[in-house]
């Protein structure tokens, strides 16, 4: 029997995890942690449907937190097999679990003990192997992998999982499962356009935008617009963004407005230690990056060329921002405005009418990113509220997410439609959206999971 439990991402954009049943095998793709309000954090704990020691392998598509989060967890549990990757997510994650688990512990309490310490993110470290892009690798008896490049993040994968026929299916040719992970979308210059798989017998698809087009306006003059602006106010523009990616992208961006003339010259602040440390994988891996970016940086050694670039590694560069006078840019982690040094940034400045909040990236619902895109006009911070007076704009042109058209796109290339397609990471109404377009095409067989629903793929066939 081959058969698939969605254990995360089903009816949400977070927690990406399932469990794959090959025969008497399992094997778990993703293990990421759920983010956002109390409803879906708890979800952490969920126990697995088998034992954790039982899975024989787990296969990471990215370091992103809500993709690799748990894995600490599952390690504490027992698991001890191998856990493959693409080279660059390995080293992401040497960075971002050691920190997660850091996090974790500040905010234990008595009732509430760390989802996993540091000690359980070294040992999930240990058990991690880096491979390449295009190389099959075996998972376990009967199942290998190929990471295929999704465009998303450095070293982001889709998967494509090749399970031999076993006796009882009663099938002469193997079986391939693919897995979208979060697909790109081929318009940053950091990174390249992602794969296209021209086969699939299943698809795990994601549908973070299901339902939405992203602003054909290119990101740069999103951005320059807002830092315009800002340099006319001589004020504030805060930009919310992710440590990973979304942080170097927009630094990244900064060099080519400025040698554009787009903007004039600028102070900009990246004041996050995880975004300060990222850089240095990405210049590791100038193979993963796009054509561009690996000319630059075999020209003059680094990425982020910015002359009026700070990059704030610890307190007390952050502490400093403010002995610089406006008009400044600063961009901080989290980007969903859930922690971080932004919560410092938002305190000193949510209420002072000529900043401006710049969202860069997905705000899943209940974070306090979601809460400034929908205009609330409060904001709680370690409990204490900020009335919300400053303007907040949202930075769509650089999300790192497909949008339904540009997922369309990247399905053009199979050859027939898989027999079942799988919409995971999105919200209802973008599921809803993806499963109505895609349905309405011949041959498309669409599935949305809810929350550890399980799939028998292939029956036996005795």
């Given at each position: 029997?081959?058969?698939?439990?969605?254990?995360?991402?089903?009816?949400?954009?977070?927690?990406?995890?399932?469990?794959?049943?090959?025969?008497?095998?399992?094997?778990?793709?993703?293990?990421?942690?759920?983010?956002?309000?109390e409803t879906i954090t708890r979800h952490n704990w969920d126990a697995l449907p088998i034992p954790a020691?039982?899975?024989?392998?787990?296969?990471?598509?990215?370091?992103?937190?809500?993709?690799?989060?748990?894995?600490?967890?599952?390690?504490?549990?027992?698991?001890?097999?191998?856990?493959?990757?693409?080279?660059?997510t390995l080293d992401l994650c040497r960075l971002l679990l050691?920190?997660?688990?850091?996090?974790?512990?500040?905010?234990?309490?008595?009732?509430?003990?760390?989802?996993?310490?540091?000690?359980?993110?070294?040992?999930?470290?240990?058990?991690?192997?880096?491979?390449?892009?295009?190389?099959?690798?075996?998972?376990?008896?009967?199942?290998s992998v190929t990471f295929f490049d999704a465009g998303h993040i450095l070293g982001s994968a889709w998967l494509e999982i090749i399970l031999q026929p076993l006796p009882s299916w009663n099938l002469d040719r193997p079986v391939r499962l693919v897995f979208s992970g979060d697909l790109g979308r081929g318009l940053g210059s950091m990174l390249a356009a992602p794969d296209t798989p021209e086969r699939a017998d299943f698809?795990?698809?994601?549908?973070?935008?299901?339902?939405?087009?992203?602003?054909?306006?290119?990101?740069?003059?999103?951005?320059?617009?807002a830092v315009r602006q800002t340099t006319q106010d001589q004020a504030t523009l805060i930009v919310p963004a992710f440590a990973v990616q979304r942080c170097q992208d927009l630094a990244y961006l900064f060099e080519q407005l400025l040698a554009e003339q787009h903007i004039e010259p600028i102070s900009v602040f990246l004041d996050s230690?995880?975004?300060?440390?990222?850089?240095?994988?990405?210049?590791?891996?100038?193979?993963?990056?796009?054509?561009?970016?690996?000319?630059?940086?075999?020209?003059?050694?680094?990425l982020l060329r910015y002359p009026f670039l700070r990059i704030c590694e610890n307190a007390s560069l952050s502490r400093s921002i403010y002995d610089f006078a406006p008009p400044r840019v600063i961009i901080s982690a989290s980007g969903m405005v859930e922690g971080g040094r932004v919560l410092h940034h938002m305190r000193r400045n949510l209420s002072e009418p000529r900043t401006a909040i710049l969202l860069a990236g997905y705000q899943c619902e209940g974070t306090r990113g979601w809460r400034l895109q929908?205009?609330?006009?409060?904001?709680?911070?370690?409990?204490?509220?900020?009335?919300?007076?400053?303007?907040?704009?949202?930075?769509?042109?650089?999300?790192?997410?497909?949008d339904y058209a540009e997922i369309e796109e990247w399905l053009a290339d199979l050859?027939?439609?898989?027999?079942?397609?799988?919409?995971?990471?999105?919200?209802?109404?973008?599921?809803?959206?993806?499963?109505?377009?895609?349905?309405?095409?011949p041959g498309w067989e669409v599935e949305v999971p809810e929350h550890r629903q399980e799939y028998v793929l292939i029956a036996d066939d005795r």
């Open positions: 029997m081959l058969k698939i439990a969605f254990l995360g991402a089903a009816g949400t954009v977070t927690g990406s995890k399932y469990s794959v049943t090959y025969g008497s095998q399992h094997f778990l793709v993703d293990c990421g942690m759920f983010q956002g309000d020691r039982d899975y024989k392998a787990l296969i990471l598509t990215h370091a992103h937190i809500d993709h690799s989060g748990a894995i600490p967890h599952l390690v504490s549990r027992g698991f001890d097999g191998p856990i493959l990757c693409t080279e660059p050691p920190d997660s688990a850091r996090i974790q512990a500040e905010q234990a309490g008595q009732e509430s003990p760390p989802f996993y310490d540091e000690e359980d993110a070294l040992d999930a470290l240990d058990l991690m192997e880096g491979h390449p892009y295009y190389q099959s690798c075996p998972v376990m008896q009967g199942v698809l795990v698809l994601e549908s973070t935008y299901g339902n939405r087009l992203h602003s054909r306006t290119p990101a740069g003059q999103q951005l320059a617009r230690p995880m975004a300060a440390r990222a850089p240095r994988v990405f210049e590791e891996y100038p193979d993963y990056l796009s054509d561009q970016a690996c000319h630059q940086l075999q020209d003059c050694g680094r929908n205009g609330e006009e409060e904001l709680e911070i370690d409990g204490q509220l900020f009335a919300v007076r400053a303007s907040v704009e949202s930075l769509d042109g650089l999300s790192g997410h497909a050859e027939q439609p898989p027999r079942t397609t799988f919409l995971v990471h999105g919200d209802l109404e973008s599921l809803q959206g993806q499963c109505h377009r895609l349905s309405q095409q």
